[in-house]
């Protein structure tokens, strides 16, 4: 588990955000999670994308509403890729505990938030950001 400073330098960064998509979610509110680097430990690339595969096979079989999305840094210099979830906010943090996430994004009325998941020592965090002035399109 990461100490204190560490957590805070984790907390710090997810703060600072990008999202690319194909196409923008088609519900007023979503998380946007990953099963990428559980507890933000570097995983391969074949594991992290397994992982990943095995998360969206589970929200088909609980019948949610996902669309393909990738978060990063705002400089391009390093992105995961997600999934916008239409799902309630309590049930998208179980989710992302499932997964050994630290923290989700949720979006309502254009608004992003940073939710902890696993960091249990931080609270609800609006990053008083349009969601949308975020998302650029991906290319195909």
Not at 15 to 41: K, Y
Not at 82 to 101: N, P, R, Y
Not at 109 to 115: A, R, S
Request: proline content about 6%.
């Amino acid at each position: 588990m990461c100490d204190q400073n560490t957590q805070q330098d984790l907390w710090k960064t997810y703060q600072s955000i990008a999202f690319h998509a194909p196409q923008a979610p088609d519900a007023a509110a979503f998380a946007i999670l990953t099963a990428f680097n559980p507890r933000s430990q570097p995983l391969s690339d074949n594991e992290n994308y397994l992982r990943n595969e095995r998360l969206a096979k589970a929200m088909t079989q609980a019948g949610l509403r996902y669309w393909p999305m990738n978060g990063g840094a705002p400089d391009g210099s390093w992105f995961e890729p997600g999934f916008a979830v239409a799902i309630a906010s309590s049930d998208a943090v179980a989710l992302a505990k499932t997964w050994e996430q630290n923290a989700i994004y949720w979006v309502e009325n254009d608004t992003l938030w940073l939710l902890p998941a696993l960091m249990t020592d931080f609270t609800p965090q609006s990053l008083n950001v349009r969601f949308s002035s975020l998302l650029v399109a991906a290319k195909t």
